[in-house]
């Protein structure tokens, strides 16, 4: 189950990416027992899923990333604890209010990766623990060029550990929201 646990928190996941990770290490298993657990993890409430925005409906269905319901759950499998369990508690978060209209965003054409996207209020959100001279390209990089191409998006949040600012690039204003503010928003 660790492996499992990984391999879903890793990314976007598709069953052949599962099946061929878990089979290295547990030769026995079937592609169909894969697709089973995680039914049935989703099932028993421990796991929800959202997916691309941007794919097509065949992608959107077999490239889902997931989270777990519960941060407890996470907490006795991942190594990097802190930076999962603080997307995970977003993606919580996100869920509760919004379930199925949840979703990610990922483009291999423009090169835009985004955490969360909400279409209904227009929010496009990154995690990150800390927004550091590394992560801060990455994190605003990709805002911006979401906000670039995609007019729908009206608000740009990165959640953060603890960190509070506002960031303005070019005509756009980003959000740090600390993680405890993000959690008490309605």
Same mark, same amino acid.
């Given at each position: 189950?660790? %492996?499992?646990?990984?391999?879903?928190?890793?990314?976007?996941?598709?069953?052949?990416?599962?099946?061929?990770? !878990?089979?290295?290490? !547990?030769?026995?298993?079937?592609?169909?027992?894969? %697709?089973?657990? %995680?039914?049935y993890?989703?099932?028993? /409430?421990?796991?929800?899923?959202?997916?691309? @925005?941007?794919?097509?409906?065949?992608?959107?269905?077999?490239?889902?990333?997931? /989270?777990f319901?519960?941060?407890?759950?996470?907490?006795?499998?991942?190594?990097d604890?802190?930076?999962?369990?603080?997307?995970?508690?977003?993606?919580?978060k996100?869920?509760?209010? @919004?379930?199925?209209?949840?979703?990610y965003?990922?483009?291999?054409?423009?090169?835009?990766?985004?955490?969360?996207?909400?279409?209904a209020?227009?929010?496009?959100?990154?995690?990150?623990?800390?927004?550091?001279?590394?992560?801060k390209?990455r994190?605003?990089?990709?805002? !911006?060029?979401?906000?670039?191409?995609f007019?729908e998006?009206?608000?740009?949040?990165?959640?953060?550990?603890?960190?509070?600012?506002?960031?303005?690039?070019?005509?756009?204003?980003?959000?740090?929201?600390?993680? /405890?503010?993000?959690l008490?928003?309605?």
């Amino acid at each position: 189950s660790f %492996i499992l646990t990984q391999t879903i928190l890793q990314s976007q996941v598709s069953y052949a990416t599962l099946y061929k990770n !878990i089979k290295n290490v !547990i030769s026995t298993v079937s592609r169909n027992s894969i %697709i089973d657990y %995680i039914d049935y993890a989703k099932d028993a /409430y421990l796991l929800f899923s959202t997916k691309n @925005y941007f794919a097509k409906f065949s992608e959107r269905e077999s490239s889902p990333k997931y /989270y777990f319901t519960d941060n407890g759950i996470l907490n006795l499998f991942y190594l990097d604890k802190l930076p999962a369990l603080l997307e995970n508690l977003v993606a919580i978060k996100l869920h509760n209010k @919004y379930q199925e209209n949840l979703f990610y965003l990922k483009s291999q054409k423009t090169g835009i990766d985004i955490d969360f996207y909400v279409p209904a209020s227009k929010i496009a959100i990154q995690v990150a623990w800390e927004v550091n001279d590394t992560s801060k390209e990455r994190e605003v990089g990709n805002l !911006i060029k979401l906000a670039d191409n995609f007019d729908e998006v009206e608000n740009l949040i990165i959640v953060t550990h603890g960190e509070e600012a506002e960031i303005q690039q070019e005509d756009k204003i980003i959000q740090l929201m600390p993680l /405890y503010k993000f959690l008490l928003m309605r």
